[in-house]
């Protein structure tokens, strides 16, 4: 929990409980799809709070006894909320006249978090005339959601000034207070010794108000005092070694994302240099007539793919670049009303489509497999010859092209047309056979392969053993490369451009935000690169997926791929195509976020695009936003503890200088002590009490020092000498406004990680 940023006290409004610990008499829920406990301990203020899992468009409810409102002299609504702030809707109704208030995101009052309450107040004069009845806390997503709701009362009398929502030092001599109070009554002091304020400084979107102080901060506990309220928190000494020059080129293909919803926006809001068309739900895609099947993801059924070529089109006119996944199995979707297993025709299942069609999840009432059928009802065949004569009439190819998705597990997530498990040379021939017809067709795009979904098949085949018994032990990744490289080299054709994988770390990739998990999560990035990583899971604990790679229980994947393409098949690229470290609505997945993108453009990867792309406003969405223009050159950056910070800096060519620096640690800001690095900086930031929106500052000067609060990850950019200096702030909106495009609708879920098998038997297929 973010102890530093909570509120405590009170206004000076008169309170009216509506819940404390439990509903006051005469209120009642009338919620609506979704289960809603309002006895629960989780997150309460007090000793329980109201825990929520609303469903589709469900709402916790409550019902007033009476009606309230300015009307009846309740000016004011105070509440605690944690839950995804773009997620939930607030909203007040009138049984009496039938009035709806104006629907209102919760984190448009104030920034929010999902594992940490926030005190909220709302001025009920802005919600119209009525005799109010109802609040309703509902979801806004259609997918649902989870949040907490505790501590409400209506407030009766001149609510006053509001005050402040949270307080924390953003820079050796600077505060910044979040909401809108007064600033002649503010008081700070470090370690009970009174700091002066030099000048206050306010700023919008959301409101806040900077404080320059008349001295330099040291490490200490700090208290920001308003009229009613105190904030606290320590202030931690780290330090960190910049380089004096750069070490290697970024590659500016790091940045990417996956079928968003709202293509333009997403790029706006993001800065995404790449565009996947991915995942399982492409994978059946027929090109030619259209229809497309997301196989397990979502009961084996076809819908409408969408146009391939219309959405590589209108990739490009974001500015950024398409990577496109080609069909590589033997079938594809015929139609868009067909599916693998309808109860019509293999009775009763265990789950099937909520939403009326008769399309069952391919296991009987007691989980066990069906066996599938004939794909002929509702697929077609497909082959290379149809996908070298599909692409001779694409007038523009794909900037990046791989072969399939996920192949290796292709007899779970796709078993209703492919039962076999894949085998070695199954994936070796696909790729070999579809990667030809790519390169005579599109010579020009970058080829990737084999797209392997996660660290177990890195090294085995579904087929198990037996399979790789029979290639004499050889782990398949090095076994793949080598058959490539031998088959590119006699046939004067180099087909892998690079070698993608998908990766998903073990224990994170959910939406829990629990402490532990949280912390774990942000350890969890070191298995990108570290050698003395020892992985938290059965990687770590018991590893048994290969037994001929060197410290087989540390992951340390970006050098471990390289150091086997270096062995293997030298100038060959490598790519990341899949990655979530989990809870990108949560502060943990969004600084993770931040961190992971450093960390590829510091260990030298040459693609990567996220699973699947980040939520609008979320903490993972401003985490790529501040890469957005990083930087072209790498700069080392040395001395730092990794499981606290991340700190990553680049260079472009006219010198200017990009640092971006993350702050892990939940409770303590930190004072980064970074020798050399001075002057007049842009500084933009996300996290702490800001959750996922991102701010630029005032005009910053930086001399040797630089303090990143709790939870959060600042962006400090130095420009070159002949460039001018940072202007005003300028507006971090909602980017422009969303266009249609024929994107394919976004995969419901694509499958990551396998659990580990177990040694004896086959690879299961994923969960």
């Not at 589709?56 to 509440?79: D, I, K, V």
């Not at 929502?165 to 109070?181: D, Q, Y």
């Not at 790789?468 to 006699?490: N, Q, T």
């Not at 990655?579 to 931040?594: I, K, P, Q, Y």
Request: with cysteine; proline share 9%; charged share 20%.
């Amino acid at each position: 929990m973010l102890s530093a940023l909570l509120l405590s006290g009170a206004i000076g409004a008169v309170p009216t409980p509506v819940y404390a610990d439990a509903l006051a008499p005469g209120w009642e829920s009338w919620s609506w799809n979704g289960q809603y406990d309002f006895a629960s301990p989780r997150l309460a203020d007090g000793a329980a709070a109201i825990d929520c899992v609303a469903g589709g468009w469900g709402a916790l409810s409550l019902r007033a006894p009476a009606p309230f409102g300015p009307r009846h002299g309740q000016n004011g609504l105070r509440f605690q909320f944690a839950g995804p702030g773009d997620g939930v809707w607030f909203i007040l109704e009138a049984d009496g006249d039938g009035a709806r208030s104006d629907q209102v995101l919760i984190g448009s009052f104030t920034p929010v978090d999902d594992a940490a309450l926030t005190e909220i107040i709302v001025d009920l004069t802005a919600f119209g005339d009525h005799d109010w009845t109802r609040i309703d806390f509902m979801d806004a997503t259609g997918n649902g959601a989870a949040f907490v709701v505790d501590a409400l009362d209506l407030l009766s009398g001149d609510l006053g000034p509001l005050g402040y929502t949270a307080a924390e030092a953003v820079g050796p001599a600077r505060l910044m207070l979040l909401g809108s109070g007064d600033p002649e009554v503010v008081r700070v002091t470090l370690d009970g010794a009174a700091v002066g304020i030099r000048s206050a400084t306010p700023a919008d979107a959301p409101a806040r108000l900077y404080l320059d102080l008349a001295a330099e901060l040291t490490p200490g506990r700090l208290e920001v005092c308003d009229a009613a309220r105190c904030f606290t928190q320590p202030l931690v000494a780290h330090q960190a070694a910049l380089g004096a020059a750069p070490t290697h080129e970024i590659s500016p293909l790091i940045y990417g994302v996956a079928v968003p919803g709202d293509l333009p926006g997403a790029v706006a809001e993001t800065g995404a240099t790449v565009v996947r068309w991915g995942g399982n739900a492409v994978s059946l895609y027929d090109p030619v007539g259209r229809a497309t099947n997301a196989g397990i993801d979502w009961f084996f059924e076809n819908r409408d793919g969408g146009d391939a070529v219309a959405w590589m089109d209108a990739v490009r006119a974001t500015g950024a670049r398409p990577a496109f996944t080609l069909p590589a199995l033997d079938w594809v979707a015929a139609d868009t009303t067909g599916c693998g297993f309808p109860e019509d025709l293999f009775g009763p299942q265990q789950r099937v489509d909520p939403y009326g069609r008769d399309c069952g999840n391919g296991l009987d009432p007691e989980g066990n497999p069906i066996p599938p059928g004939d794909p002929g009802r509702y697929a077609r065949p497909w082959d290379v010859e149809q996908a070298a004569a599909w692409m001779d009439t694409v007038p523009v190819p794909p900037d990046i092209t791989f072969v399939g998705n996920e192949i290796d597990i292709a007899g779970s997530t796709h078993r209703d047309v492919h039962p076999a498990p894949t085998t070695y040379e199954e994936q070796r021939d696909r790729f070999l056979a579809f990667g030809t017809a790519v390169k005579t067709a599109w010579p020009e795009t970058t080829l990737a392969g084999p797209s392997s979904c996660c660290w177990w098949y890195y090294w085995n085949s579904a087929a198990g053993q037996p399979d790789k018994d029979a290639h004499g032990g050889e782990d398949f990744l090095p076994w793949f490369l080598a058959e490539v490289a031998a088959a590119d080299a006699r046939d004067g054709l180099r087909r892998l451009d690079v070698l993608d994988v998908h990766y998903y770390p073990d224990g994170v990739f959910n939406d829990a935000t629990d402490e532990a998990t949280r912390a774990r999560r942000l350890r969890s990035t070191r298995s990108l690169w570290d050698p003395t990583y020892r992985d938290e899971g059965w990687i770590g604990a018991d590893q048994w997926a290969t037994e001929r790679q060197p410290d087989r229980n540390t992951v340390m994947l970006l050098p471990r791929l390289r150091a086997l393409l270096d062995r293997t098949y030298p100038g060959t690229g490598l790519g990341v195509t899949e990655w979530n470290f989990g809870a990108e609505r949560d502060l943990s997945g969004g600084l993770a976020v931040a961190d992971v993108l450093g960390i590829f453009g510091r260990e030298g990867l040459d693609l990567a695009t996220y699973w699947t792309s980040p939520p609008a406003a979320s903490p993972a969405a401003a985490a790529f936003g501040l890469y957005a223009a990083f930087g072209t050159h790498s700069v080392p950056v040395d001395g730092f503890d990794p499981d606290r910070l991340g700190v990553f800096a680049a260079r472009t060519d006219d010198g200017a200088l990009t640092v971006i620096i993350v702050n892990k640690d939940p409770a303590a800001a930190v004072r980064l002590a970074l020798p050399g690095l001075s002057g007049r900086a842009r500084v933009e930031r996300f996290g702490g009490a800001l959750r996922g929106a991102r701010v630029v500052e005032p005009d910053v000067v930086i001399d040797g020092a630089v303090v990143v609060p709790a939870y959060s990850a600042a962006r400090l950019h130095f420009a070159a000498d002949d460039e001018p200096p940072p202007g005003p702030e300028p507006d971090l909106g909602d980017g422009p406004p969303p266009v249609a495009d024929a994107a394919l609708p976004a995969p419901e879920a694509d499958l990551g990680s396998a659990p580990p098998p177990t040694p004896d038997a086959a690879a299961p297929a994923p969960d």
